[in-house]
């Protein structure tokens, strides 16, 4: 028997799914009145890091999921994160997360992979029956996330994207109030300057004996081990323990999150939060620019990072050209600013005035133009006042959760548009619709990148 119809057998179709708001990081968390003493959503963690401590704990250090949504098993690269965790959780621990998988238990997964390794642990999770939680950016190329949304669809599963943002009262009001016209007939939008990625040249270091290397490099050509690559900022703990970490323990140096080709920067990494708010308000999830270039016109000369060091060089080397997009209905977003709080926004000028949607907020210019109620007929948008406990009630109900997998994929393609214009320095066109740029051979080869032997995307999911 399917978990959907086990629990809703029990009546849980009848309950409500309420909770509080959740901030940057969710609990994984469901009103646990609403389940029967025996009624348990098994839980799959696939990397046991620090993305996934958050998403599993929340806000508050150290702690443990309700009793109706139990971790059952857990799997990451790192012997020593796996086993750690199985401790905590009294879960059984695998080094391939293909092995939890086959696991009868285990109804749904959360992934917190590196951005190179989202794509084939969500194909996979499809074709295993599984319902997926999957970290932003949803996939590091537009053919990985083009088959990862055929998987999700082909296999009838729910899939949550984690933008949180999209769980918020006050986002949601704010797109609300662009989508109904307060500011007007959109203009432009303003985003943030996010830096593109760079290369890695770093000194080999002995690589742990509990960590898989080879696997963890995935689809690219295996180098040589260091710290610097393998923890997604730097400097935090070198083994850190299962819990979160405080932002100033990670968030000075690079790790895979700067460096290609494990990632495409902080355009993806960072962006896709913000640039979902931008698709969002526009009513864009479905389709896309037609139209991306770049100021000044010219390729972006890549920085190689041959020793530690901090950031700050290759985030201003990667970030010196202003990316413009233009959609079809003649809306142009250009990411130039650099204002920090715009990473998890942008800002809406329309023909009556401006909003500002930044994280967990907004701001009206002139002020006071969110006061007066929407109409009774205004557009609204999905409203969820929790992204994890959303996901669980769609893993229920079988309905689609707030952040599809559609959606992911529209934002990150914009992030990926981008990245292919600042490399190739010059105008582009695009067709939102058949995802190709017509006629443009040199651009199409950046729809995905080189893949090792057995790390291809599959022809057919």
Known sequence: MSLAK??????LLKQTLAGAVAGPACALFVPSAVFGANDQIGVGIIGCGRRNGQLVIGKGGQGKPPAHARIVAVADLNQKRAAEWARNYKAQPFYDY???????EVDVVIY???EHAHYLPCIHACQAGKDIYGEQPLSHTIREGQAMVQAVRKYKRVFQVGEQQRSHPATRKAVELIRNGRIGKILKVIGYNYP???????PPQPCPEWIDWDRWCGQNEVVPFHYDIYLSRIPYDREPPYYTYPAEKYAVGPGWMSFRPYSGGELPNWGCHGLSMVHWALDMDHSGPVEIWVDPPVPLETV?????????????????TIIHYKYPNGVELVLS???PKLGGGATFIGEK????????GYECDPPGLDEDPLPPNAVRVYESDDHMENFFACVVSRKDPIMTVEAGHSVATLCHLGNIARRLGRRLKWDPVKEIFPGDDEAN?????????????????
């Open 445 to 461: 080869q950046y729809l995905d990148c080189p893949k090792r032997k057995g790390y291809e995307v599959p022809e057919t999911v």
């Open 304 to 320: 190689v990072y041959d020793y530690p060091d901090k950031r700050d060089r290759g985030d201003a080397a990667m970030s010196k």
């Open 196 to 202: 593109s990625a760079w290369e890695s040249n770093l």
């Open 6 to 11: 086990k629990i809703s057998r029990r009546g």
């Open 98 to 104: 293909r092995a939890l998988l086959d696991r009868k």
């Open 112 to 114: 917190a992979t590196p």
């Open 353 to 360: 005035g401006k909003i500002t949607i930044f994280r967990e």
């Open 337 to 339: 600013s650099i204002d």
